[in-house]
């Protein structure tokens, strides 16, 4: 699209925090109301603000569905009063728990802790879903930092998060969301209740931030395909209702429309079963992450050896790096000394439209569209400003 520039296909797209990703949305939000700090994203004067956040829109995805999102597409363009931020990033992974972290804390994912959809768990060291908690009854020992929204709060902004109900007060919204006022979405298809919400919500002071959430368009490009119709009808429907919300919240609340991360279509005879290769499994404990991004947890002293079996067998087909050298590479961001040894012993970026799979996750095998890789598709996503 004109104005925007995204990599090659086969480059990885590596964040610059700091610089554009979404740990740098709220802070400069912030700085519109006064809490210091700078806008590292260029956003217009305003004291009310909503956020859409829509779950598995990328910036590419936009740019190549136009003609069935007009609205945002329009603003992506620059059509719109103010123009795009060209290179909004998420972070790595490119995954819905570190992104929504990320927003939330204004941290990148190597300070936060939240580092993927699963690792090893440093208290138990047995497998956590860092989605859902499963196993895990305290999410805040292991992202214990305050979030930006609860900055926000207690500085006086009205802070509201529109949500499905059954968010509330769960592991993910604990480490990500906590700080701000709950309005439970009970009927996501009431699109007039969740207009009702975000109004409510941003109109309830002479300051405000709001956070609406959108998941369905991450769930049918799982389930169905970027590629496929349903993905389209829901891209028109989200496009149609964020239109309606800007056109019924009040002239000076600023909406934002940005993603969690993109997403790409995994071809049946490019995934990888990890069980299926036996020079795969030598001297692999375990395997956790995302089809696109796996962090492998080795036995001792095995990190090597393991990472130089794996580049040999993928081949151009992913990116195998050490631990150390993940961080070095400043794909995380600086990391801290507690968060450092939840990422795996070697971390295996996949390339193309390759996955990589494990029996231990038999769900995954049911995925059509994936994302956690660095690829432009999987990392961009849009930020735009109404």
């Known amino acids: 699209m004109a104005g925007l520039s995204y990599p090659a296909a086969g480059q990885l797209t590596v964040p610059r925090y700091g610089h554009g990703t979404l ?5 400069a939000i912030g700085s519109r109301l006064g809490l210091g700090g700078e806008d590292l994203v260029g956003l217009p004067p305003a004291q009310r603000w909503v956020v859409v956040l829509i779950d598995g829109l990328g910036a590419l995805q936009l740019a190549d569905h136009a003609d069935h999102a007009p609205y945002l597409a329009s603003l992506l363009r620059g059509e719109g009063e103010h123009a795009p931020f060209d290179g909004f990033t998420a972070a790595v992974p490119s995954t819905t728990a570190t992104s929504l972290t990320t927003l939330g804390t204004g941290l990148a994912p190597g300070q936060h802790g939240i580092i993927g959809y699963s690792c090893r768990n440093p208290r138990s060291g047995q497998f956590l879903n860092m989605l859902t908690w499963e196993g895990e009854d305290d999410p805040t020992a292991l992202q214990p930092h305050p979030t930006y929204w609860r ?3 207690e500085a006086g902004t009205e802070v509201g998060i529109v949500a499905p109900a059954r968010f509330d007060g769960s592991g993910l919204t604990s480490v990500s969301l906590a700080g701000g006022r709950f309005f439970p979405v009970h009927d996501e298809r009431d699109e007039d209740q969740r207009i009702h919400l975000v109004s ?4 309830a002071g002479d300051r405000s931030v709001v956070y609406a959430y959108e998941r369905e368009l991450d769930h049918t490009g799982h389930s169905q395909g970027v590629a496929s119709a349903e993905w389209r009808r829901q891209l028109r429907r989200i496009d149609a209702l964020t239109e309606r919300l800007r056109d019924e919240l009040p002239d000076d609340v600023r909406i934002i429309v940005t993603g969690d991360h993109g997403m790409i279509d995994i071809p049946t005879d490019e995934r990888i079963v990890v069980e299926d290769v036996p020079v795969l499994q030598r001297g692999v404990e375990m395997v956790a992450g995302e089809g696109r991004l796996r962090q492998l947890y080795t ?5 090597e050896a393991v990472a130089a079996r794996w580049r040999n067998e993928l081949g151009d087909r992913a990116v195998v790096l050490t631990r150390e050298e993940a961080v070095h590479r ?3 961001g600086p990391v801290a000394d507690e968060v450092l040894p939840r990422y795996g012993d070697v971390t ?3 390339l193309g439209t390759w996955a990589l799979m494990t029996r231990g996750l038999p ?3 049911g995925l059509v569209g994936m994302h956690g890789s660095l690829t432009a598709a999987e990392m961009y996503v ?3 400003v109404d």
Do not use: N
């Open 330 to 332: 400043g794909w995380y």
């Open 382 to 384: 849009p930020l735009v």
């Open 299 to 303: 036995e001792p002293g095995q990190a």
């Open 23 to 27: 740990a740098d949305l709220l802070p």
């Open 151 to 153: 900055r926000l709060s």
């Open 200 to 203: 409510a919500a941003a109109t």
């Open 363 to 365: 769900g995954e095998f």
């Open 348 to 350: 295996v970026a996949m």
